[in-house]
């Protein structure tokens, strides 16, 4: 019987990753930016940032949150998000790097 439950738990676990992953890659431009602002904040808050780095990663999330107003204009073009979709990227992976640097 224990078998059998934890067979039906690692199925439900299996088929519940997928989503979650999809869930986080087609998240929308304004999710995305207030995860990473959080993200910031959590990693000053935390010591996993110090301040001269969290002004950085600031003031770059403050240009790309420009442009996106920029490219809001006429509309989001599928190039345009795609674009504001690998900055946020870059962004993200800066975000990552600098509260692991120690």
């Not at 869930?23 to 959590?42: D, E, G, P």
């Not at 962004?91 to 790097?97: E, N």
């Amino acid at each position: 019987m224990k078998t059998v439950i934890a067979l039906a738990l690692t199925a439900a676990a299996t088929l519940a990753v997928p989503g979650a992953a999809q869930a986080q890659r087609y998240q929308s431009i304004n999710q995305r930016q207030a995860n990473q602002f959080a993200r910031i904040n959590q990693g000053v808050r935390s010591g996993a940032l110090t301040r001269p780095e969290a002004a950085r990663l600031r003031a770059q999330f403050r240009d790309l949150a420009r442009l996106e107003s920029r490219y809001r204009v006429n509309g989001l073009s599928p190039g345009e998000r795609a674009d504001l979709n690998r900055r946020f990227d870059r962004l993200s992976d800066r975000i990552y790097v600098q509260k692991r640097d120690r």
